[in-house]
């Protein structure tokens, strides 16, 4: 059951995301982006995939405000980037500093500082609401701690404690499980499946190819374009990926089907391995063009 309010204020009618035809350059001529056209509806749980630099961040920075699209447009529930209160962000690489002296309870208040106005001391009710959404990541206990001494899985739920209690519509999640241990992980996306059921939505970009098949219904294969969207086996073919990552892919065949690993997708280390186990063949026909 939902907690917090659904906005009324939002038109029913329009999707939570609309990208039509966006283009972002920095500097340089290669784009970061290339016509990217995107829609997701409300309560949909999208992971943005794609190898290191195809992206992921400058799509999050463009849907916020942060970076303007040298060309198309971008809606978030049917308005303009920027200054949604809707929106919560957690970029990539969060780990706060271990002598930050700020109290779990204060970085979830945060999220409040949009509705309260900065100069308004919270009411109880916004501590009750604070305490509230620590509660529905099972954070509670930990209010009165010091930021910086948490796990960073720990942290990551006191991040989307925060969008909660921001009562955000749209979240964006840049990386969240990266360097977090399996139980860690799990706990973050059952967290994830909660959020999505109260019809929030939801965008995780990661460059764990297995871990969003295994747990996202929707997924957004990214490098620079957008190459593939749809249902896990619809995005990751043989022809997606190698488009994708290029001649960095080696398809390994196992017993429970083929394995792809890409060599140089990620910054991290660990190759992100895909079991691909629902449709055998198309893989094998891979494997064997590889070899
Ligand atoms: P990803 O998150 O998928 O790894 P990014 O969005 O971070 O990809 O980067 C996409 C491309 O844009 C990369 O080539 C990166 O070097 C470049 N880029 C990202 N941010 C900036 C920036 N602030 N200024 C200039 N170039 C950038
Ligand atoms: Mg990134």
Redesign the pocket.
Known sequence: MPIFHTHASHRPDVPALELEHVTVH??SDLP?LEDVSLRVERGELVAIV?P???????LFNVIVGVVKPTRGTVRIYGSQPGGHICISYVPQRNQIDRRFPVTVADVVMMGRVGKIGLFRWPSRQDWELVHKALAQVGMEAFADRPIGELSGGQQQRVFLARALAQEAELILLDEPLTGLDMPSQRAILAILARLQEQGITILV?THDLNLAADHFPRMVLLNRRLIADGAPEEVLTPEHLAQAYGGHLHVLPTESGALILADTCCSHGEPPSLPLGRDGRARTETAEKEE
């Open positions: 920095y500097r970061a794609g290191n630099g195809a992206g992921k961040s400058t970009a």
